[in-house]
């Protein structure tokens, strides 16, 4: 089991920053893959920021540059980091876990935080 609590997240205007934090309940080291998906309105849930065992980040288009992904063993804590806000990039943000565990794989959802980007 792998429980994981967000924090951060709230209202920012276009343009502005913003960092959300989600705390894992194991050594984030043990876990294949941690980070970041989105939700809006009448939307499907979709990646964002993910950080597997190689430690590479990877990005959805929409977020490159502006985006970072960032993970600390001492914590156990992922973080993604949000520059240049766009409104549409208002949604529920999720961190999102995976272990893979023999020839199955687990995943871990948190509660979710509002990230709301509005003028």
């Known amino acids: 089991q792998v429980q994981l609590v967000e924090s951060g997240g709230g209202l920012v205007q276009p343009g502005g920053s913003l960092n959300v934090s989600c705390a894992t309940s194991r050594n984030i080291f043990t876990i294949n893959i941690v980070g970041w998906y989105r939700q809006a309105p009448g939307k499907q849930r979709d990646m964002v920021a993910i950080?597997?065992?190689?430690?590479?980040?990877r990005y959805a288009d929409p977020v490159k540059g502006r985006f970072t992904i960032s993970r600390d063993g001492s914590k156990n804590t992922v973080s993604l980091q949000m520059n240049t806000l766009k409104p549409e990039d208002t949604a529920v943000y999720y961190c999102?876990?995976?272990?893979?565990?023999?020839?199955?794989?687990?995943?871990?959802w948190g509660q979710g935080t509002q990230v709301t980007v509005s003028a």
């Open positions: 950080i597997a065992n190689d430690g590479k980040p």
């Open positions: 999102y876990a995976k272990r893979e565990i023999a020839v199955k794989a687990y995943e871990y």
